[in-house]
């Protein structure tokens, strides 16, 4: 089935919908019979002995010479398979890592290499090839012999061997390169390749890890065989505290053994799928944009994001723009209408001048030299009139949200009188604008990307599932639409921060190889408008530096919501294609194709070439539309070119509906998953389920920046959605403890870091008791240890020392900085014992109670725009503060009485005092953040969180003073020694 990359457009002016002429692009599909390369397809060759060349002589991995010579040269030298080292071959030049051999080299060989390998591979494919494609042969790479020079004056051996040298071991011939066989080798190199962590940063941490895990063995061992008799159940508490966290500690530490890097080609994909005068064959993108409360998510920032996007740096014929407004909102349509116009201005300046990043908020704020690099004298002129049409665009976007706050009693209203449909905005029909189309260019005619506005039908009778069900009214209407074979998500406050984002995606997508199981690629998320210390640890570097690069090793990382690119195959319910052991998997620039127009790539297996069969419940699986149902099962994407405008739109609009999804699987096994609010971790935990692989990129350039709440109440807010969507994972039949374990597709350490994220909230239930005993232990005079020798003092010291050096070990390899694992520890604590708590609260009366439905609040995306972070300072009543500002308060007075015990019982319990002080003062610490939010900048707080946590801090201070008072007592003669009639 043949991809249409073309869209219907929508003029802004009137109701006229005009056609695009869609381009057909065919792919040849071809095959070579022989022993191939496993790496590029191409034949294996022979040796300038005649022999079969064999690259790896422990495995036989079957490996052409061109691909072992690029391994050697450029890549980590290794054989793909069994990971030896390859070693130098007769023939092949010298690389830096060879040892030294006793026989005398084979300088002549290095030169004549190539001519005699080509010689070879023609006579051996004399059979198979035409004569008239000889004339094909591979061209050396200088026009005059080994033995002259530029000018034809000859050369010494010791010459020769020096000028061959300096030329970067380049293989020279005797005669002129040629520049289409030249293309032809760059295309058959992979398009991207993992890159290890290097072994001198890996296994130090690695050791680490397993000397901390030894000691914690040795600790436990002394804990639980010496028990504190007069504070046993103070002793048990706290043993069994210790063992949860240390069980957490390990389910966390084991997916995090194989960490990896990869590394894309963007070259040798423009060189494959970009060719010079021929059709572009990089594959469609549908891009879905998600926003639903024009309040909390300013309209300002989504037309940044939209922006960015139309201004990527790709086809313009190939990228369709889906914007989703779930509030129905006439402030966010007429955002759009306007970004619209301004994108014919903004997309052409983008593309001529290089700029980034392509969002003008960010473009035209960042304090940087903007003229560097910049070749073309008409920039300064041409920038500074741009930057004054944004601030006319600002102008415009600012008085539609100062209009949109006087709200007509009679609901607002088009420019031709007409309702907004969307008045109701818990009840209203399906909207549908397309707002700029493939054949509606710029000023000066350039194409530009489809715009669509869509509101989806709400009806008060329906459940909507928030998010993901508008993510699933997304998939349906750019089915219908554009049915790219690829999607991007992202969130209203992501814009794209570096254009040749989807190029890296398609780096894995169109790979030979891997890509056709490939589900989704993840990409970093990076954010604006922090503070400078990142006091709530709001950049999430632990997760996106470190979690997902090791998960990246197994299976591939999860999908966190935003800044993904999926394969629509996958989000339609589809299983990864069975790979054989031996697969025939190839791609050719064979003899023929250079006879042919297209001098297309092969890139089809046998399975591919067969088309997708209508199952016999595709309707209860897709739904009733025919038109969305074979566009799902279209395998190459494309809409049906013998339907109507008229006839889409129409199909679009009931896709769209509320009933659509009624009897039928979407959210279950098809689209995005309904039944949690962490749908992002259920969508990617039943894809890898399925068997489908995921990859994360890590550009150096960040390829998506954003905003985050700085606020207090926001941030607890927000860690408090994703512990709830995880317990609601947890409590389900899609539970990663057992769920999947029939198709049996999920590795072992891919389960273990999907019941990580499942079940870590729990940790707050022994972290909160383990922040409160030190303060018991202050006021009552006991510990949780008795008097340690020597011995057990070695083992805690060392315990200590290894949690330190393993993190600062894994800081080493990751590249994250000290101070920023520091403030995610620091946060880890705050969130566990307020939003993780509650957390666990809601799940269990949700789950055995049914009496707490989760609800997705949405948090404010608005930019700090005075730049003094306001927000940092501002304090919100929620009940998530009142628990760690208890275990605050109550720390505080613990000091104070331990210091007041150690005052009144003398100078021998300062000793124990100083050890009971170290872990109370430990758990201050990691709480500062939270009581710089909790006091503001004016020193305020509101006054029900004072008032509650010193009513409960007291409550929990009489309590232990009545049981145990530290109050000095007066010692009277031992019984033991005197006797009972002393």
């Known amino acids: 089935m043949e991809a249409k990359s073309g869209l219907f457009a929508g003029s802004l002016n009137s109701n006229e919908l005009v056609v695009i002429q869609k381009q057909n692009e065919p792919k040849a599909v071809k095959n070579l019979d022989g022993q191939d390369c496993e790496i590029c397809g191409d034949s294996v060759g022979r040796t300038v002995e005649g022999d079969l060349f064999v690259a790896c002589e422990e495995c036989g991995f079957p490996v052409c010479r061109p691909c072992y010579e690029y391994e050697r040269k450029e890549g980590s030298q290794n054989c793909p398979q069994c990971h030896t080292r390859y070693k130098r071959i007769k023939g092949s030049p010298r690389v ?88 032809k080798d760059e295309t058959r190199q992979p398009l991207s390749r993992k890159v290890a962590i290097p072994s001198g940063r890996l296994s130090p941490y690695r050791m680490m890890v397993v000397a901390r895990l030894i000691l914690l063995l040795l600790f436990f061992e002394y804990r639980i065989s010496h028990p504190v008799p007069d504070a046993i159940g103070l002793w048990f508490i706290s043993v069994s505290c210790e063992i949860w966290l240390a069980l957490s500690w390990i389910v966390d530490q084991i997916p995090k053994w194989f960490p990896i890097d990869r590394e894309t080609y963007l070259d040798r994909l423009s060189v494959r799928f970009e060719p010079e005068n021929k059709p572009n064959m990089l594959s469609p993108i549908d891009i879905f944009i998600t926003t639903a409360d024009p309040i909390k998510e300013p309209p300002l920032v989504t037309a940044n994001t939209v922006l960015s996007i139309l201004a990527l740096d790709y086809p313009a014929n190939k990228i369709s723009c889906y914007v989703s407004d779930d509030g129905a909102s006439m402030l966010t349509f007429e955002a759009l209408q306007e970004t619209a116009e301004f994108a014919q201005k903004w997309v052409p300046f983008c593309k001529q001048f290089s700029t980034e990043p392509r969002a003008p908020e960010k473009y035209f704020s960042e304090k940087i030299d903007f003229l560097k690099d910049k070749l073309q004298p008409t920039y300064v002129k041409e920038r500074r009139a741009m930057k004054r049409e944004y601030e006319e665009f600002k102008v415009r976007i600012n008085a539609l949200v100062a209009k949109s706050m ?267 998953s309904y039944g949690s609010i962490a749908s992002d971790i259920l969508t990617s935990l039943k894809m890898h389920t399925r068997g489908w692989r995921s990859v994360y990129c890590m550009p150096k350039r960040a390829p998506f920046r954003g905003t985050a709440p700085i606020n207090l109440t926001e941030r607890l807010n927000q860690v408090l959605r994703w512990a709830v969507g995880s317990l ?145 300072y501002t304090i919100r009543w929620t009940v998530l503060l009142i628990p760690p500002t208890t275990v605050t308060i109550f720390n505080i007075i613990g000091i104070v009485a331990g210091f007041t015990d150690a005052i009144n019982s003398g100078e021998h319990e300062w000793g124990a005092l100083i050890g009971k002080l170290f872990f109370s003062s430990w758990v201050i610490a990691h709480l500062y953040p939270f009581l710089k939010g909790l006091m503001g900048r004016q020193n305020r707080t509101p006054t029900l969180v004072v008032i509650w946590s010193v009513l409960l801090a007291s409550i929990f201070s009489l309590v232990w003073v009545r049981i145990d008072p530290f109050v000095l007592k007066t010692k009277g003669p031992d019984v033991k020694q005197c006797g009972i009639s002393c």
């Open 728 to 872: 609601e994972i947890l409590f389900s039949h899609h539970c990663p403890i057992w769920y999947g374990f029939k198709e049996g597709r999920l590795k072992l350490l891919q389960r273990i870091a999907y019941i990580n994220s499942t079940v870590y909230p729990f940790s707050a239930l022994p972290l909160i008791i383990y922040c409160i005993v030190p303060a018991v232990c202050l006021l009552t005079d006991k510990f949780i240890t008795p008097s340690v020798g020597t011995f057990a003092s070695l083992v805690f010291i060392s315990l200590f020392i290894s949690i330190f050096a393993s993190s600062i070990l894994e800081l080493r390899w990751s590249g994250v900085s000290l101070e920023e694992w520091w403030r995610n520890q620091q946060f880890w604590v705050i969130g566990s014992i307020s939003a993780h708590l509650f957390a666990i609260v809601q799940g269990l009366m949700g789950r055995f109670l049914g009496r707490f439905n989760a609800h997705f609040n949405i948090v404010s995306k608005a930019p700090d725009d005075d730049g003094e972070f306001n927000e940092l």
């Open 406 to 672: 006087r709200v007509p009693s009679e609901g607002w209203s088009m420019k031709d009188e007409t309702p907004w449909p969307g008045n109701n905005t818990k009840d209203h029909p399906s909207m549908i604008q397309i707002l700029l189309g493939h054949n509606g260019g710029d000023s000066e005619g350039n194409e530009l990307p489809s715009l669509v506005y869509i509101s989806r039908e709400k009806r008060p009778a329906f459940q909507h599932h928030t998010k993901a069900g508008a993510m699933n009214a997304l998939l349906r209407v750019s089915a219908v639409l554009s049915n790219a074979p690829f999607v991007l998500n992202l969130d209203c406050n992501h814009y794209v921060n570096y254009s040749k984002v989807v190029r890296e995606a398609m780096c894995f997508f169109m790979d030979i190889q891997l890509g056709n199981s490939i589900a989704f690629v993840q990409f970093p998320l990076r954010f604006d408008s922090l503070d400078r210390n990142d006091r709530y640890a709001n950049k999430n570097t632990i997760l996106f530096d470190i979690n997902l690069r090791c998960l990246d090793g197994i299976q591939g990382p999860v999908y966190i919501g935003s800044g993904c690119i999926f394969r629509r195959k996958a989000l339609n319910g589809f299983d990864p294609p069975k790979a054989s052991k031996r697969s025939r998997v190839v791609q050719v620039h064979s003899k023929q194709d250079e006879n042919e127009e297209d001098g297309s790539i092969i890139e089809a297996t046998d399975e591919e070439k067969q088309p997708l069969q209508l199952d016999k419940d595709t309707e209860n699986k897709f739904g009733k539309s025919t038109l969305f149902m074979n566009s799902s099962l279209t395998e190459e994407g494309g809409v049906d070119p013998s339907s109507t405008q008229e006839v889409l739109l129409k199909e679009a609009i009931h896709v769209m509906s509320c009933s659509y999804e009624d009897r039928t699987l979407w959210g279950y096994e098809v689209g995005m």
């Open 96 to 183: 830096e890592g060879d040892e030294d051999e006793e026989d005398v080299d084979d300088i002549e060989q290095e030169f004549k290499m190539e001519e005699e390998k080509y010689k070879l591979m023609h006579q051996d494919n004399m059979n198979s090839i035409d004569d008239d494609d000889t004339k094909y042969r591979e061209q050396p790479l200088y026009s005059h012999s080994i033995g002259e020079n530029s000018d034809g004056a000859k050369l010494d051996n010791k010459e020769k061997t020096d000028e061959w040298k300096q030329q970067g071991n380049l293989l020279i011939e005797t005669d002129a390169v040629d520049p289409e066989k030249a293309m």
